[in-house]
T-cell receptor, first 111, second 109 residues
Framework: EAQVTQNPRYLITVTGKKLTVTCSQN?????MSWYRQDPGLGLRQIYYSMNVEVTDKGDVPEGYKVSRKEKRNFPLILESPSPNQTSLYFC??????????FGPGTRLTVL | EDQVTQSPEALRLQEGESSSLNCSYTVSGLRGLFWYRQDPGKGPEFLFTLYSAGEEKEKERLKATLTKKESFLHITAPKPEDSATYLCAVQGVFNKFYFGSGTKLNVKP
């Protein structure tokens, strides 16, 4: 089954404790992206990647890092999380058809 | 500034009562406009892509249209299972995507 998976689905952590949210897709897509979704603000793009070792900033990259060492994986790293990074995070991948396929989301709470 | 605005924020319809959702955008170098459906607790699900003014796409009770500055999602004779949040997104230059904040649709039987 074609899908985008994210782990963990739920995470509660404390300020400053480094964390990684994993994202994996099995559709051989070149383009992958991370978004955060906040009430009233919609989905905002954090980082995207056009291919292995090629990443670029979206609209809200501050406080986040990404890496793309393999085509299928695109982890999101928060080196020192802060409460304003509490949000719902979505990973997505896009094939030649341009439509994005989204993962199920990761709900992150930073205390 | 690149921006996507959706209206209304929320819409309540009776089953069978047709209506339209609006998405207006100010994005440089439009590469495509996308509509998604999002159910509570889930990721957005792709519905349509539109590329140029005048283009239309249909799927069951949904029809999406595009002009130079806005897109409409028309819902004909909606059913309760059409209740969801509908998101509009625009692809600009450099493969960046801009999303509106969505229209939450509630269809009552």
């Amino acid at each position: 089954e074609a899908q985008v998976t994210q782990n963990p689905r739920y995470l509660i952590t404390v300020t400053g404790k480094k964390l990684t949210v994993t994202c994996s897709q099995n559709m051989n897509h070149e383009y992958m992206s991370w978004y955060r979704q906040d009430p009233g603000l919609g989905l905002r793009q954090i980082y995207y990647s056009m291919n292995v070792e090629v990443t670029d900033k979206g609209d809200v990259p501050e406080g986040y890092k990404v890496s793309r060492k393999e085509k299928r994986n695109f982890p999101l790293i928060l080196e020192s999380p802060s409460p304003n990074q509490t949000s719902l995070y979505f990973c997505a991948s896009r094939g030649q058809g341009n439509e994005q396929f989204f993962g199920p989301g990761t709900r992150l709470t930073v205390l | 500034e690149d921006q996507v605005t959706q209206s209304p924020e929320a819409l309540r319809l009776q089953e069978g009562e047709s209506s339209s959702l609006n998405c207006s955008y100010t994005v440089s170098g439009l590469r495509g406009l996308f509509w998604y459906r999002q159910d509570p607790g889930k990721g957005p699900e792709f519905l349509f892509t539109l590329y140029s003014a005048g283009e239309e796409k249909e799927k069951e009770r949904l029809k999406a249209t595009l002009t130079k500055k806005e897109s409409f999602l028309h819902i004909t004779a909606p059913k309760p299972e059409d209740s969801a949040t509908y998101l509009c997104a625009v692809q600009g230059v450099f493969n960046k995507f801009y999303f509106g904040s969505g229209t939450k649709l509630n269809v009552k039987p």
